[in-house]
């Protein structure tokens, strides 16, 4: 039975090491991104709404179809 009080306290200690090195680590700012905010603006595409291109493609064929004549 003293076994597993061994076991447990050391478990606990150990859960506090791993409790304490992972709040350094987040307040150091190790897990701070500094990479992908200067790479997402090149990705902010706006999304066009779907009736915009149908209005758009209907406007280059009117101008297609008038050109032809």
Do not use: C, H, W
């Not at 090195?21 to 603006?41: C, E, H, I, N």
């Not at 149908?54 to 406007?59: A, F």
């Amino acid at each position: 039975m003293s076994v597993i009080y061994l076991l447990i306290s050391i478990s606990i200690i150990v859960a506090i090491a791993f409790l304490y090195a992972f709040l350094r680590a987040v307040k150091t700012g190790q897990y701070d991104d500094d990479y992908t905010p200067s790479v997402r603006m090149l990705f902010d595409d706006e999304l066009v709404k779907s009736g915009e291109r149908e209005e758009e493609s209907g406007e280059k064929r009117k101008k297609n179809i008038e050109n032809r004549k």
